[in-house]
């Protein structure tokens, strides 16, 4: 079956409310479409949103990329060669993930819908119904718990706790959220890199007694070596994040023993291709893998789901990108139900257009 037709266009989408991190306020996000359409009618979206500070890669690039000649000629190819077309787009596009992503989700939606399977049966799914992570930003500790309940009322019992500004601050809020909520919420942290090794000495063991599952990038990239410093059950408890942009960082830091626990974002690693390749080597090194993401269209977070539900090692859920956003252009693609996700077995990724 021959791809017709190719077309990208790029949205600005609003933020349902600003959120802080370590080193950033977001308002809104700017995301990149992808649609391949097929000779017969079927239509496969991807979507791209990178983050600059992370991977250097902007959406108006992204969107750059998509509308190029190598894109373009794409067309009068075979979806169902579509694993040697991510490989041309990952030689094409190295060093541009955010770009890859929108081409890889895109042709693996097509190519789903044109066998009429979802990707996660194509890949072999291994999980169904784990729960996913809700964030809340860097605020004082009544804004920290207000928001905790209003996630209560919607069913969710993860939340990832963003710190790295005031180590003081952020131990009581975390202990604030354990006090006021018991045990009802399992309770993660993403740093964000805002920590140095002293810092997150002092914070992991300050926040031994309140029981946290992971915590994620607690020190900046090029200064992993430090985590050496930690213990053991320190370092399995330590996620590497803004550290695992691709496979040869998740090779490297594999035999190093400085995260138990890899965060793998479609946008970091360039979709699904790079995403599985992570998980693998993870696998080998018996690390878990935990699957996160940017601020992001349903389009991205459930190509992320189906991959995730396919990798034996997922162990961890970070997927709420989209309860962000003030509008998108899909809908459908899964379901969340009292903070559990559900992919549907809809061929493809399961979305549908608005």
């Not at 952020?170 to 309770?187: I, N, P, Q």
């Amino acid at each position: 079956m021959k791809i017709t037709a190719i077309r990208s266009y790029g949205k600005k989408l609003a933020l349902k409310k600003p959120y802080t991190i370590a080193y950033n306020t977001f308002s809104d996000v700017h995301i990149a479409y992808l649609e391949i359409e097929l000779a017969n009618g079927v239509v496969g979206y991807g979507a791209g949103s990178p983050a600059e500070d992370v991977v250097g890669e902007t959406t108006a690039k992204t969107l750059e990329n998509l509308n190029s000649d190598f894109v373009q000629e794409l067309c009068g190819r075979d979806i169902r060669t579509f694993q040697q077309l991510i490989f041309e787009a990952q030689q094409r596009f190295a060093g541009y993930p955010g770009t890859v992503a929108a081409l890889d989700i895109a042709l693996h939606d097509a190519f789903g819908k044109f066998l009429g399977i979802p990707i996660a049966s194509f890949y072999g799914q291994k999980h169904q119904g784990l729960p996913t992570s809700v964030t809340i930003g860097i605020k004082n500790v009544a804004d920290t718990l207000a928001e905790a309940q209003d996630y209560k009322k919607q069913g969710f019992r993860v939340l990832k706790v963003k710190t790295g500004l005031d180590l003081a601050t952020d131990v009581e809020r975390l202990a604030k959220l354990r006090e006021s909520f018991g045990d009802y919420f399992t309770l993660r942290v993403d740093a964000n890199q805002g920590y140095d090794l002293a810092q997150t000495r002092q914070f992991l063991e300050a926040a031994r007694p309140l029981g946290l599952e992971l915590v994620e990038q607690p020190m900046p990239v090029g200064r992993e070596a430090e985590l050496a410093m930690l213990t053991e059950d320190q370092r399995k408890q330590c996620a590497g994040d803004e550290s695992i942009k691709d496979a040869a960082a998740a090779l490297k830091f594999a035999s190093m023993g400085y995260f138990g626990i890899y965060n793998i974002k479609l946008m970091k690693c360039g979709g699904l291709a790079g995403a599985r390749t992570i998980a693998g080597i993870a696998e080998q090194a018996g690390i878990e893998v935990f699957w996160g993401c940017n601020d992001e269209s349903r389009v991205s977070i459930s190509a992320a789901l189906h991959i995730a539900y396919a990798c034996p090692n997922t162990r961890y859920l970070d997927l709420d990108g989209h309860l962000d956003l003030a509008e998108d252009l899909v809908r459908d693609g899964f379901e969340i139900r009292e903070g559990r996700m559900y992919s549907n077995d809809r061929p493809g990724f399961g979305f549908s257009l608005l």
